[in-house]
T-cell receptor
């Protein structure tokens, strides 16, 4: 499968615990995006990498959230001290360096915070 | 930043009829407008997109139109089929940067 992959697909955790998600983009794509999607809403932008550089962060990304893309390939999104309001689908997308921002999504990681 | 509004939030049509979903955007720098289809429990799938240098694009039963002056764009699905039932999202992007999505339209096609 040469598409965007994410791991794990589902995560259930207790409030206060830390969680980490991984995204592997399409191999030739140098741009990687993280989104959060709650039921009945469109994806909300969280952050964006071009290669290993984190170029933009949404104000939705509180200081409990951190994302990395250390080698410009896969990326991780960590949430510290999880809260029930963090329960959502976390989507990753990737795109190539072109004038137009055609993004392809992964299957998502569904987080449930109890 | 960009703000995208999408209407209607739900749409129900009879099989064979047409469906139209409309979006408006705020950032005049946006130059790329994709449409995604998301079935329950699945990832958003890109179904068609339009770039700011064209006003209309068609791919079989689906078409998109863009009015840059008015900052709105629309998705048209003709001869709808039950398998078209899904949530459709529009989005706008100013090129290299982030993409802003509409809130989605739940389309139901009744057989």
């Amino acid at each position: 499968d040469t598409g965007v992959s994410q791991d794990p697909r589902h995560k259930i955790t207790k409030r206060g615990q830390n969680v980490t998600f991984r995204c592997d983009p399409i191999s030739e794509h140098n741009r990687l995006y993280w989104y959060r999607q709650t039921l009945g809403q469109g994806p909300e932008f969280l952050t964006y990498f071009q290669n290993e550089a984190q170029l933009e962060k949404s104000r939705l990304l509180s200081d409990r959230f951190s994302a990395e893309r250390p080698k410009g390939s896969f990326s991780t999104l960590e949430i510290q001290r999880t809260e029930q309001g963090d329960s959502a689908m976390y989507l990753c997308a990737s795109s190539s360096a072109s004038v137009y921002n055609e993004q392809f999504f992964g299957p998502g990681t569904r987080l449930t915070v109890l | 930043g960009e703000n995208v509004e999408q209407h209607p939030s739900t749409l129900s049509v009879q099989e064979g009829d047409s469906a139209v979903i409309k979006c408006t955007y705020s950032d005049s720098a946006s130059n790329y407008f994709p449409w995604y289809k998301q079935e329950l429990g699945k990832r958003p799938q890109l179904i068609i997109d339009i770039r700011s240098n064209v006003g209309e694009k068609k791919d079989q039963r689906i078409a998109v139109t863009l009015n840059k002056t008015a900052k709105h764009f629309s998705l048209h699905i003709t001869e709808t089929q039950p398998e078209d039932s899904a949530v459709y999202f529009c989005a706008a992007s100013p090129g290299n940067n982030d993409m802003r999505f509409g809130a989605g339209t739940r389309l139901t096609v009744k057989p």
